[in-house]
């Protein structure tokens, strides 16, 4: 079977069945021209939320599709390969989370939606790349500090204390994204010096050295919309994060040049996720090896922060 052949039954299959196909930019493209919404976490939680189908199939990591599951408790959340999650997430457990607040009393926990749902119920309010910045100024004004707990992405963390000013202690210091950190400063030094016109745009999952030779830093739905708005003598641009957005923007922008910024960056847990799976799930919706199901205890404590990080991104 050709992959045009699995991609127009995956087509039809969606019309035929109660279920909406979400996807985010880092799956494979193949899945992304088949989607019937892209985005990032922020922006498919949102989705998720507003979803008005039986099935959800999530096409993304473990935490992305808890993250769906703790907002529609009555709907069923497919994610396609058992096998896709996301390393960042399991740096930080519940348990660190309980002692790091009894080692600082009064401070907010932000968690980043990178996170497992049992974290999550711990926290305060989540944040996105996105709007991890905003959500930092805004907790700490509410709770009246100048410092919040912070995890697990080290890195985002450290972005957001550098734009916000308020402190952000890590939770582990050492977490982190084995794809952006992939990114060195002499990588970023030897890409911008063959394409010397480029723009360089950079996922704030990366090291500070990295971020601070970037034109611009922001998520994934932020670069993209970075890109669609340059102006037309814009159009080259060197990409610091996965692959898979490079693609969406190849295609999306064919009047734009991009360049990966380093070859390696590639998320092979997202990448769990074939187009193969995904017709299959369409195939057995019913299929509880797909399933992903919050327990209902703790998808009603992950819920608040979730939520509370949709009302303050909305302000
Ligand atoms: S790109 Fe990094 S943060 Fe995103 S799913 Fe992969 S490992 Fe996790």
Redesign the pocket.
């Given at each position: 079977m050709t992959l045009k052949q699995i991609q127009e039954d995956i087509l039809k299959l969606k019309k035929q069945n109660d279920v909406i196909l979400l996807a985010h930019y880092?799956q494979p493209i193949e899945i992304q021209e088949v989607a019937d919404h892209l985005g990032d976490s922020l922006g498919l939680s949102r989705l998720a939320k507003e979803a008005n189908t039986e099935y959800i199939i999530f096409a993304g990591?473990d935490f992305m599709a808890e993250t769906a599951s703790i907002l529609n408790q009555d709907k069923r959340v497919l994610l396609p390969s058992s096998e896709a999650c996301?390393?960042?997430?399991a740096f930080l457990d519940e348990n660190m989370v309980k002692e790091f607040r009894l080692d600082n009393p009064g401070l907010p926990v932000v968690t980043y939606v990178?996170s497992t749902a049992a974290v999550k119920a711990e926290s305060d309010i989540c944040c996105t790349s996105s709007n991890a910045v905003q959500i930092v100024e805004k907790i700490s004004k509410e709770f009246n500090t100048n410092a919040v707990l912070f995890g697990p992405?080290a890195n985002l963390g450290d972005y957001a204390e550098e734009k916000s000013h308020i402190k952000c202690i890590k939770c582990p210091p050492q977490g982190h994204?084995?794809?952006?950190t992939l990114l060195t400063v002499e990588d970023v030094k030897k890409i911008r010096q063959e394409h010397s016109n480029a723009k360089f745009l950079v996922h704030p999952?990366c090291e500070r050295e990295v971020r601070h030779l970037a034109d611009f830093v922001g998520s994934t739905a932020q670069m993209y919309n970075k890109v669609k708005k340059s102006p037309s003598e814009e159009t080259q641009f060197i990409i610091g994060t996965?692959l898979g957005l490079l693609e969406r923007m190849a295609q999306d922008f064919p009047n734009k040049k991009f360049y990966l910024a380093k070859d390696k960056m590639i998320?092979y847990?997202?990448k769990k996720n074939t187009i193969e799976l995904t017709k299959y799930v369409l195939e057995h919706l019913d299929d509880p090896t797909f399933e992903v199901k919050v327990p209902s205890e703790i998808a009603k404590r992950a819920l608040n922060p979730i939520e509370k990080m949709l009302r303050f991104s909305k302000i």
């Open positions: 880092y990591v996301c390393p960042m997430a990178n992405d994204c084995y794809v952006h999952e996965e998320c847990n997202m």
